[in-house]
T-cell receptor, first 115, second 116 residues
Framework: AQSVTQPDIHITVSEGASLELRCNYS??????LFWYVQSPGQGLQLLLK??????LVQGIKGFEAEFKRSQSSFNLRKPSVHWSDAAEYFC?????????????FGRGTSLIVHP | GAGVSQSPRYKVAKRGQDVALRCDPI?????LFWYQQALGQGPEFLTY????????KSGLPSDRFFAERPEGSVSTLKIQRTQQEDSAVYLC??????????????FGPGTRLTVT
């Protein structure tokens, strides 16, 4: 069965520091990959997505992610974190090979930003 | 423009009561998804509509859960005889279709259901 792992439940960084949130997936073929952000009391917002092609993808709010097939990973990065980035981050995967469009989400990583 | 809206934002129900949760998708979005998000977890798929057709309801946890979208716009998720394990945030998302657009889902703020 397909699965998505976000190994870090909480990540704490200082404002201005760099950030990397980890995501690993288990699929038979290359899936479509997504990162979402959820602020308290809000719905999820799509940060970026990877379908194919260049393995480094740029998203909104200064985020980027890199797809590494050999490691089955799609880690999210930001070079300098702002206090407003404090939120819950979800990695999601879709396996389109079977015609599916239903994402499987990881359990999320809570980002805490210290001033 | 207006995003996805959901109502009510918070709902407290006594065990055994029926509840109805409403979702207003973005105008023109053909696809509509419902998810259940338990505390500390990621969203889990419940059901999917394309226009008024319910194409996938494989994620509905029991026959107490029922969803409809009769005119292809507003959708309602109904839970009958609520149980404590139904306590969660229920998220609605909508999207266009075609050229990968179905994967770009726009989420509402959710309805937090607490069953006491």
């Amino acid at each position: 069965a397909q699965s998505v792992t976000q190994p870090d439940i909480h990540i704490t960084v200082s404002e201005g520091a760099s950030l990397e949130l980890r995501c690993n997936y288990s699929y038979g073929a290359t899936p479509y990959l997504f990162w979402y952000v959820q602020s308290p009391g809000q719905g999820l917002q799509l940060l970026l997505k990877y379908f194919s092609g260049d393995t480094l993808v740029q998203g909104i709010k200064g985020f980027e992610a890199e797809f590494k097939r050999s490691q089955s990973s799609f880690n999210l990065r930001k070079p300098s974190v702002h206090w407003s980035d404090a939120a819950e981050y979800f990695c999601a995967v879709v396996s389109p090979s079977g015609g599916s469009y239903i994402p499987t989400f990881g359990r999320g990583t809570s980002l805490i930003v210290h001033p | 423009g207006a995003g996805v809206s959901q109502s009510p934002r918070y709902k407290v129900a006594k065990r055994g009561q029926d509840v109805a949760l409403r979702c207003d998708p973005i105008s023109g979005h053909v696809s509509l998804f419902w998810y259940q998000q338990a505390l500390g977890q990621g969203p889990e798929f419940l059901t999917y509509f394309q226009n008024e057709a319910q194409l996938d309801k494989s994620g509905l946890p029991s026959d107490r859960f029922f969803a409809e979208r009769p005119e292809g716009s507003v959708s309602t998720l109904k839970i009958q005889r609520t149980q404590q394990e139904d306590s969660a945030v229920y998220l609605c998302a909508s999207s266009l279709v075609g050229a990968g657009k179905i994967y770009e889902q726009y989420f509402g703020p959710g309805t937090r259901l607490t069953v006491t």
